[in-house]
Structure formats: C-alpha cells, structure tokens
C-alpha cells in the first residue's frame, strides 16, 4: 500500500494568512494527487487533482503542486471558509489511500 | 446532475453484517467514466477506502477489509451496495458511498452520497 502523509496534523491561522499544507508518498506517484477539503458534518469536497488541476468552481487561492512523492497545498489568502480538514489522496494504484489530514484552526 | 442517496441501518450488532445501498440519480451508473466507491470515516478520523465496482462487475477492495467486504451493483436499479460481514466496535464509522471518476488521467470521488452513521453495539 502506499502510505500519504502530510504536515503539519494541525494548525493555526488567521484570516489572509497563506497556507501550505504538504503531502508525502511512501513511493512515486507521479501527478496521481487529489486535494479534498472537508468541514465538520459534511462531505468532502474536490479543490484540486492531478495534483494541480483546480477544480470547476474552486475559488482560485487554492493551489496544488508536486510530483513524484512531494505534494503541496497552498492557500493564498485565507478566508473565513476554508476553516476546515484538508486531505490529499493518491490514485496512483489500488487501494486508494488518504493523508491523515490537516485541520486548518482560526488563531 | 448526479446524486447518491445512501440508505441502510445506523445500528448494527457485533459479529453481524452491515448492509447499505446507494441508489443514483440523474445519471446512468453504467457510464464507462465512472466507479462506484464505498469510504468510510470513524468519528474524528480520517478518510479509507473500502473499495470500488464498474457496472460491468468488476470490483477492487481494500486488501485490509478484502475478507469481509461485499460490493455489488444492480444496473437496473441504478444502485450498488456494501456488504460488511462480522463487524466490530473497530467498524463503527460514518460510511459513504461516492462516485470516482478516472478517465484521461484525471481523478477524484464526487459527488458523495450524504453519509450513513453506523454504529456497531450489542
């Protein structure tokens, strides 16, 4: 199995801050890395994949980078919104696996 | 506009099956696009995998739950469902099912279905 990891587990931020969240692949998984954001009682929602492809309707302070086994996710400008969990997700090869999360916190 | 709504008991006894089905609408679940994922999340957790059917049949499961794991479509129904067997406190989750879509290289789960708690207690 492949096994993602990100950084930081957690953290906190304030509103227009930039964030980056990272992603790590136990092996290469070329581009094959989907960003999904997540709040509290909801269903997760796609930002980005293919590692930096955004996604129809994603507000365009998200963005995503990497290849191979670094991954990036970054937040430009924080807004009120995107307080949130946030995911990335290899298809590279079966099973499907997930990062642990990040959990992005109002300072 | 495709949607999933997931339906199936929130409560299920240890070393008993759990069983939901999630049933399509708007759309065709024999779009060659498309598979039709189940995904679990025990409460403060993170996302797993369980696993994915085409609607010709063939299926993929998480290897960590292979032994336990039913997943089935019925085409003329437009619907698919989990099957899992001998549950546990540890199988306690909020289940999902999701569509992945895995066409020219590109990938993701969406939409999902709303989510069904299932909760495994005596």
């Known amino acids: 199995d492949i096994q993602m990891t990100q950084s930081p587990s957690s953290l906190s931020a304030s509103v227009g801050d930039r964030v980056t969240i990272t992603c790590r692949a136990s092996?290469?998984?070329?581009?094959?890395l989907t960003w999904y954001q997540q709040k509290p009682g909801k269903v997760p929602k796609v930002l980005i994949y293919t590692a930096s492809n955004l996604q129809s309707g994603v507000p365009s302070r998200f963005s995503g980078s990497g290849s191979g086994t670094d991954f990036t996710l970054t937040i430009s400008s924080l807004q009120p919104e995107d307080f949130a969990t946030y995911y990335c997700?290899?298809?590279?090869?079966?099973?499907?696996?997930f990062g642990g999360g990040t959990k992005v916190e109002i300072k | 506009q495709v949607q999933l709504q997931q339906s199936g008991p929130g409560l299920v006894k240890p070393s008993q099956t759990l069983s939901l089905t999630c049933t399509a609408s708007?759309?065709?679940?024999?779009?060659?696009?498309?598979?039709w994922s189940w995904i679990r999340q025990p409460p403060g957790k993170g996302l797993e995998w369980i696993g994915y059917?085409?609607?010709?049949?063939?299926?993929y499961y998480n290897p960590s739950l292979e032994s336990r794991v039913d997943i089935s479509v019925d085409t003329s129904k437009n619907q698919f469902s989990l099957r899992l067997s001998s549950v546990t406190a540890a199988d306690t989750a909020v289940y999902f099912c999701?569509?992945?879509?895995?066409?020219?290289?590109?990938?993701?789960?969406?939409?999902w279905g709303q989510g069904t708690l299932v909760t495994v207690s005596s």
């Open positions: 059917i085409y609607h010709s049949g063939n299926v």
């Open positions: 999701a569509r992945y879509y895995d066409s020219r290289g590109m990938n993701w789960f969406d939409p």
């Open positions: 708007g759309g065709s679940i024999t779009n060659d696009d498309y598979y």
């Open positions: 092996q290469r998984i070329s581009v094959y």
């Open positions: 997700q290899q298809s590279f090869s079966t099973p499907l696996t």
